[in-house]
């Protein structure tokens, strides 16, 4: 991962932490089941960005590197780890 995507995704994830925190505190107060299901939805949608930002350096860089070589099962490799990792992540 580059350095600026990592800065990134650190930043996204100490965030998404304290959403988490604020998770676990709404249910120790016994707070309304509504208020803590919009809250896992943002904490939901937060890692898809954060999925989504990682994977689209995967490729920008990883995978257009294997490309870029013209090594042909580098780029066969790449390919396949990226079907089943897309396949993985809409399950």
Known sequence: MHDATRGAVVTRLKRIEGQVGGLLRMVGEDRYCVDVLTQIN?????LYKVEEQI???H???CVADA???GDVIEQRHKVEELIATIGR???
């Open 59 to 61: 490729v920008s860089h």
């Open 67 to 69: 490309f870029a070589t």
């Open 42 to 46: 943002a904490v939901r949608a937060a």
């Open 55 to 57: 994977l689209r350096d």
């Open 89 to 91: 992540m809409t399950r």
